[in-house]
T-cell receptor, first 112, second 113 residues
Framework: GENVEQHPSTLSVQEGDSAVIKCTYS??????FPWYKQELGKRPQLIID?????GEKKDQRIAVTLNKTAKHFSLHITETQPEDSAVYFC???????????FGKGTRLSVIA | DGGITQSPKYLFRKEGQNVTLSCEQN?????MYWYRQDPGQGLRLIYY???????QKGDIAEGYSVSREKKESFPLTVTSAQKNPTAFYLC????????????FGPGTRLTVL
């Protein structure tokens, strides 16, 4: 089955700097890669996703890149703000009728 | 808030008691899921259901049971066989497993006294 590895597990950046979180996956048939943000005590919420027919997708300060050959995808947050502080989860899916497989999460702290 | 609700928000249970967590969605989604989240940990899949009257075990199904009698509802029972049930439980739903966005409920925090 699919296996998703996520790095780093914790990340601290200064306000205004960029943050990058990386994930690798094992199943080459996976074709859907979402990123979720979870604030403390809240539910995870989708912030951006990408499908395998696209190499990069942007939404304001957030971007995701996908390298299908290397089987890795990354979340990029530019001009970080304190409200970006949260746990971020990557996931992979679309191979067979099975649920998304999540990475273990990255705790991002933006220091003002 | 995404049309998926969970109740109660907080639940306290004595050791040896079974307890049922509610999950309801009005998104007309076929697939529903239960996850367990421990402090500082990721999302671990307990059970999922792709259609009414059908469900499959996830990675940590031991000590848990589910039912899917209606499309809108997917209750989770934490049985006395679950040795360490204190955790944050999240329900989710999607149109099709793995192919599109999963919407999460607000969660239930279960504490065993």
């Amino acid at each position: 089955g699919e296996n998703v590895e996520q790095h780093p597990s914790t990340l601290s950046v200064q306000e205004g700097d960029s943050a990058v979180i990386k994930c690798t996956y094992s199943d080459s048939a996976s074709n859907y890669f979402p990123w979720y943000k979870q604030e403390l005590g809240k539910r995870p919420q989708l912030i951006i996703d990408i499908r395998s027919n696209v190499g990069e997708k942007k939404d304001q300060r957030i971007a995701v890149t996908l390298n299908k050959t290397a089987k890795h995808f990354s979340l990029h947050i530019t001009e970080t703000q304190p409200e970006d502080s949260a746990v971020y989860f990557c996931a992979a899916g679309g191979s067979g009728n099975t649920p998304l497989v999540f990475g273990k999460g990255t705790r991002l702290s933006v220091i003002a | 808030d995404g049309g998926i609700t969970q109740s109660p928000k907080y639940l306290f249970r004595k050791e040896g008691q079974n307890v049922t967590l509610s999950c309801e969605q009005n998104l007309n989604h076929d697939a529903m899921y239960w996850y367990r989240q421990d402090p500082g940990q990721g999302l671990r899949l307990i059970y999922y259901s792709q259609i009414v009257n059908d469900f499959q075990k996830g990675d940590i199904a031991e000590g848990y049971s589910v039912s899917r009698e209606k499309k809108e509802s997917f209750p989770l029972t934490v049985t006395s066989a679950q040795k360490n049930p204190t955790a944050f439980y999240l329900c989710a739903s999607s149109m099709v497993p793995g192919y599109n966005e999963q919407f999460f409920g607000p969660g239930t925090r279960l504490t065993v006294l």
